[in-house]
């Protein structure tokens, strides 16, 4: 009886070490993804303006994916081609070490 005891005691502590050892479940709200141009009806981008444009780069100057920037495959091949443009006529850099 004693021995029965004892290995249910053990029992749950084994449990709790092991509800310890898993990743804690947090709730976190993911905002929904939006295209930029959609949302503010653009329809032609600007290949002339740099200062809107590094909005769509990262740090290293590359082009930021549809995945991370939400927009439309449509909207994100106009902005692939004004990024594209705009480092060709030398508003923007090709690769840099800090863009922002």
Known sequence: ??????????????DNE???LSPIKIETKVDKKYCFF??????????KDP???????NAQGKILPRRITGTLQKNQNKLNAA????????LLP??????R
């Open 1 to 14: 009886m004693i021995l029965e005891e004892n290995h249910k005691h053990e029992k749950q502590v084994v």
């Open 18 to 20: 092991l509800r310890y």
């Open 38 to 47: 959609e949302k503010r009806n653009i329809k032609y981008i600007d290949y």
């Open 83 to 90: 990024i594209k443009r705009c480092r060709q006529i030398g």
């Open 51 to 57: 200062t809107f444009l590094i909005k769509f780069l």
């Open 94 to 99: 090709f690769v840099t070490d800090d863009l």
